[in-house]
């Protein structure tokens, strides 16, 4: 059901949230140090790379909310709109999330956080 695929992307679009919080706000912070397996010293100065990081992560996760909602619409045409969206944001966290794992197979779980969710998005969405 199209219901399914929209929660999943909901979700997705939530962790993208939470994502972008730790990156761009509290990336010095000792919890999200611990999160990201950084120093106090490597989070200072990879500060501004993170601080952009996070915004590509909250720009995705509006993207698939707009979709979301769009969907919802009884406008054929907003539910067409609505579909691309979420298909494009979910793809490119996907994507994001194979990156990572390929580049740092350690943050398995990590990648998996961040790329489980909107992958059962795409596949809930194709399928229904």
Known sequence: MVVIGLVFAGLAALI????FYLESLAWTAPGTRRVFGTSAEQ??????????QGFYNLFLAVGVLVGVLLQVSSDVAAVSAGV??????????????VVL?????????GAAIQGVAPL??????LIF
């Open 16 to 19: 993208h949230v939470y994502i």
């Open 43 to 52: 989070a200072e100065t990879t500060r501004p790379l993170a601080f952009n």
């Open 84 to 97: 691309g969206m979420v298909l494009l944001g979910t793809a490119s966290m996907v994507g994001a999330g």
């Open 101 to 109: 794992l390929v580049t740092k197979p350690a943050l398995l779980r």
């Open 120 to 125: 059962l998005a795409i596949v809930s969405v």
